[in-house]
């Protein structure tokens, strides 16, 4: 642990929440642009959907090789370069010339972000003891709450007024606030930690990660070609084999498998991606539904409200459920979503989908950002990013999962059974949670 003054300590979350609030713009943002710039930049139209999987996949394969680098430098210079690699790809990025030379940009730009996400955290628990841990990632919930709930709005107001160079710009100018803020502040860097760490594991994990979510974000479509998630897929396998041997070899794994050992780390691993899967679930066949139902665009903006908004009002007050009650605020939460779910299997009804936004948006409010306080509380300081990254990595390939396996079974039974998939993970989560967390932990 590092002693910092107040303000100090203050400032690194400020800068760390600063950050936080890029991510979702990011993703939304470069999502809601994919058509206009496909249709305005030069190149081939079938590379549109890799400036979102490009980003995704790279964040994914960069998380634990910046956690790792970040423990073993100083963390806020670390984090400031990140941002500065957000900023730099962000306003490249409107100007690209043409596809290949954005997607190229939003390559780096996951690489960078990845850097954000890992600095940030190996920051906070470098200043931050255990105990304080479940407040601050309750900030770190409001903030990406309210980032994911309204970073559908930015994307289109910000396409609305500059058109698609916006979306890029705006969080790359958001970022180098983040990075700005770091300045004066110490570096934190760790003497204990060595300098030599598990490079190929590391290097191997990213590559595996990053297969499996391309993969997964292409899909199996007809519009696919066969060998392209095909071919991911064996490179996934590949990778994970050669893993397992050079992690087994390895005097210091590049995978915290300490930190795996730990049960209630585990169980909060996936309830956290449990939840997210509900989430990007919901998000996708709730507008379904109710376009079959006769919804009305103003009665879907308020289902989606219900969803979403309670995300950026509850987290704050869930850290101070979770003190006492985390355990159980999670499992309810999460029993809650599967019934939820199972409901949806029954009926359809327009006021039954506007309750369901609203049980699952309150479920997800309630619990925002407390698996990962309460998980990260196990994580020793001068880990803390590798820590944190590997928690994250498990959260994002639950998360993309869930909604790979929701996407497949919605082609073969419709829309409602996608919900009954995302519950399944959630009962399954659940389940884990009330086995692995005791009761006097919760």
């Known amino acids: 642990m590092f002693a910092l003054s107040l303000r100090q300590r203050r400032r690194v979350l400020w800068a760390a929440l600063i950050s936080d609030a890029v991510f979702p713009l990011a993703i939304t943002g470069s999502t809601a642009v994919v058509p206009d710039v496909t249709a305005q930049l030069p190149g081939a139209g079938a590379l549109g959907p890799w400036i979102v999987l490009a980003y995704n996949g790279l964040f994914a394969a960069a998380l634990l090789l910046a956690g790792a680098t970040a423990d073993r430098t100083a963390r806020t210079r670390f984090f400031a370069v990140g941002n500065l690699v957000v900023a730099a790809t962000g306003a490249l990025s409107a100007l690209a010339p043409d596809l290949v030379s954005l997607v190229a940009l939003r390559t780096v730009a996951g690489v960078g972000a990845a850097m954000c996400a890992a600095g940030g955290s190996s920051m906070i628990l470098a200043v931050y003891p255990p105990e304080e841990r479940r407040r601050v990632y309750g900030y770190a919930g409001a903030v990406l709450g309210s980032s994911l709930a309204l970073g559908p709005v930015v994307a289109q107001a910000l396409m609305a007024v500059g058109g698609w160079p916006l979306v890029f710009v705006t969080p790359g100018a958001v970022a180098a606030v983040a990075a700005l803020a770091t300045l004066g502040l110490p570096g934190l860097r760790s003497p204990e930690v060595p300098d030599d760490f598990d490079l190929a594991g590391a290097v191997l994990f990213g590559v595996t990660i990053a297969a499996v979510v391309s993969a997964l974000g292409l899909g199996f479509g007809a519009d696919v070609p066969w060998w392209g998630p095909g071919g991911l897929i064996l490179v996934a396998a590949a990778g994970a084999t050669l893993l397992v041997r050079v992690e087994r070899r390895a005097s210091d794994p590049a995978i915290p498998v300490d930190l795996l050992r730990i049960p209630a780390y585990r169980a909060y691993a996936v309830a956290t991606g449990a939840f997210m899967g509900m989430l990007v679930v919901g998000l996708t066949v709730l507008p379904q539904l109710g376009s079959v ?41 999460l029993f809650a979503c599967t019934v939820t779910a199972v409901i949806l299997q029954v009926t359809n009804h327009p006021a039954s989908l506007l309750v369901a936004a609203g049980v699952v ?80 932990d919760a």
């Open 293 to 333: 139902q006769g919804m009305g665009p103003g009665e879907t903006a308020i289902m989606l409200s219900l969803l979403t908004l309670p995300s950026t009002v509850l987290p704050l007050l869930a850290a101070r459920l979770a003190r006492r009650l985390a355990r159980q605020l999670v499992t309810t939460a």
């Open 361 to 440: 948006g309150l479920c997800l409010g309630l619990t925002e950002g407390v698996p990962d306080g309460q998980a990260l509380k196990y994580v020793p300081s001068q880990r803390g990013g590798a820590g944190a990254a590997l928690f994250s990595t498990a959260r994002m390939s639950l998360e993309t999962v869930t909604l790979a396996a929701a996407t497949g079974v919605m082609a073969a039974l419709g829309p409602s059974s996608g919900m009954a998939v995302a519950g399944a993970m959630c009962l399954t989560a659940a389940l884990i949670v009330r086995r692995a967390v005791p009761s006097r």
